[in-house]
């Protein structure tokens, strides 16, 4: 609670997130989750993914709407830009990921949010996609993120919101650690 | 050259690409590219991301336009669904590069492509991003990735197409490979 006695309020139910772990703590088999993209080819490096359904909680589940995403490389690679490159996507996925957990994590310690922003960075030599160099790497070299808080909470207990939500991170898990991917040809 | 004499036309501008990685060999300094995300909280798990500026070819870049992604995790996670959830950018990203590449290579090649479609399944527990098994990964256990390609090629060609566009992907190295991700807050 904060000094004006007015409940903490990110907009976090961190009530039903318990729930949720209580419930699946009991029936692990639910737990088991499938995300799913689909994905078709436009022109040139263009394509356009859709996202809406995916598994979990032991039944198919619908996102309230189907989110569709353009993806294509800048005009200096070649490309008409018609979206974001897929690289920027992934950017994308860890800088909400962590965000989100901020919040979660941040509702959960009574800690009231006014705003949160980051900047992410991710640095690549294109010498490796580009076939130059096949010593370097066809991905990132690193990645920096940087967090704007402003909180009803000490620049001690912001830096602990933040390294839980890591700790916690899916996307933060599955840039930093390897993960298998199999590709096929129907 | 096809067998109607028609020109390959995948809306690659390969002898760009070519020209791009001639130029990049001799001034491999302008290969150094850096990627930005901007993420803005709004309520709860929902976040705002918008892609514009990078750096590259020696000087700041923009794209034509600013993209802007909503993410939020599903009703079942206690959000509101407003957005796709940050994991669903990750198979995006992958989606889109292979499917980009997939069209590079084949142009390069001169192989026509009628159409490509993809579709991709992460498996996650979630025990792991709830913390009731800390043994669980955060992150994708597998990502499964499966093609349907028309193309004037024969079943080996084609294969050997995605095999070459998983090779030079900054998507599929980024998640098959650890990348190092610094987080700070300001």
């Known amino acids: 609670m904060s ?3 007015t409940p903490v309020d990110n907009g976090v139910n961190v009530a039903a997130l ?3 772990r ?3 703590t009991a029936a692990p088999e639910a737990a088991q989750f499938t995300w799913r993209a689909n994905c078709t080819w436009k022109n040139g490096t263009h394509s356009s993914s859709t ?3 995916f598994f979990g909680l032991g039944e198919e589940q619908r996102h309230r709407q189907v989110y569709t995403f353009d993806a294509d490389p800048p005009e200096i690679f070649a490309s008409e830009d018609n979206g974001a490159t897929p690289v920027e996507y992934v950017l994308v996925g ?3 990921c962590l965000t989100a957990g901020v919040a979660a994590v941040a509702q959960n310690r009574e800690i009231q ?3 949160v922003s980051a900047t992410l960075e991710g640095d690549m030599d294109v010498s490796g996609i580009l076939g130059i ?3 370097i790497r066809n991905g990132f070299s690193g990645i920096r993120v940087t967090y704007d ?3 009803d909470a000490t620049p001690d207990e912001i830096k602990a919101l933040v390294a839980q939500s890591q700790k916690r991170s899916a996307v933060y898990d599955i840039i930093t650690n390897p993960t298998n991917v199999t590709v096929e040809v129907r």
């Open 22 to 24: 209580e419930a699946l």
């Open 113 to 115: 949010l006014r705003s």
């Open 51 to 53: 996202i809406e359904q």
């Open 133 to 135: 160099d096949s010593d």
């Open 149 to 151: 808080i402003d909180a």
């Open 94 to 96: 860890l800088a909400s």
């Open 18 to 20: 318990l729930g949720a």
């Open 3 to 5: 000094t004006t006695d």
